[in-house]
């Protein structure tokens, strides 16, 4: 079995550009406005899953599907998801408006018709266990201890079963502390559930705009790149947010043998600064 993995497409209304700071590689270099075309990246994202051989089994998409979590950015969206081959799974980022995502993928069948967007697909070899960390209007995410007790009995459910999670907010720190100060903020409780369940291959998450990974709870949690921007690594404590213009990539994980092995793939091109 094969996943493909896009995250943080951050898809506006048809025409719109997303604008965004970054960062001069001169030390002592201002922060510049840039307008970008997300739209266009994620078109380049889908087209290189379409050419892999063999042909990924899902697709999952791991939030921040738009930015402002309009109706009129879902329809762009799914417009831009359409060619894909293959089912496709989303959930939501901070970025992301949960009734209205709802309502956009309605048709497709896993969501919960009220309350927070998770949800079970158990169709493949490897089990998939969605989870919505989103916290309205903020930018930091969160599991409720209703949200744990669903995961732990689904988990418990079917121990034998091999399972991925996926969730936007990754449950461990970077060192990118702007986007540490906006993480996961019950870590610590989902790592109690998770380490009652030697099932869990892997927790793909997004956010970070970066491939990062670290090992938690017994298992392995990782973060996918942004299908455009990329987040700059500075890990210096309390610098400011900043994006960099690096190729935009995507992740496969590939379920054989008894284990999962994720790859990394890059598409597109590196741009000079602007300073």
Avoid at 183 to 196: F, P, Q, T, Y
């Amino acid at each position: 079995m094969i996943i493909a993995q896009l995250s943080d497409p951050h898809i506006l209304a048809y025409g719109k550009l997303l604008r965004g700071p970054i960062q001069g590689m001169a030390a002592d270099a201002e922060r510049l406005i840039r307008e970008f075309d997300t739209a266009r990246y994620l078109a380049r994202a889908v087209a290189a899953i379409n050419e892999l051989v063999p042909t990924p089994d899902i697709t999952i998409v791991t939030g921040d599907l738009v930015n402002n979590g309009a109706p009129t950015e879902y329809e762009h969206l799914r417009a831009l998801l359409a060619p894909l081959s293959m089912p496709i799974f989303v959930i939501p980022g901070n970025h992301d408006a949960r009734e209205p995502l709802r309502q956009a993928f309605a048709n497709k069948g896993y969501f919960p018709t009220v309350g927070e967007l998770h949800y079970v697909i158990d169709d493949y070899p490897l089990r998939l266990i969605a989870l919505d960390t989103l916290v309205d209007g903020r930018h930091y995410g969160s599991l409720s201890q209703e949200q744990l007790t669903w995961l732990d009995a689904r988990l418990a459910a079917q121990p034998a079963r091999p399972t991925a999670i996926m969730m936007h907010h990754p449950p461990f720190a970077t060192g990118i502390t702007f986007m540490d100060n906006a993480g996961l903020d019950n870590a610590a409780a989902l790592a109690e559930v998770i380490s009652r369940h030697r099932q869990v291959e892997r927790i793909l998450c997004g956010h970070l705009h970066r491939a990062i990974d670290r090992r938690f709870a017994g298992t392995v949690a990782g973060t996918a790149p942004g299908t455009a921007h990329q987040i700059r690594i500075n890990l210096v404590a309390g610098a400011r947010l900043s994006f960099n213009f690096e190729p935009s990539g995507y992740q496969l994980h590939v379920w054989q043998d008894g284990a999962l092995v994720s790859h990394t793939a890059l598409f597109g091109e590196w741009l000079e600064p602007l300073n």
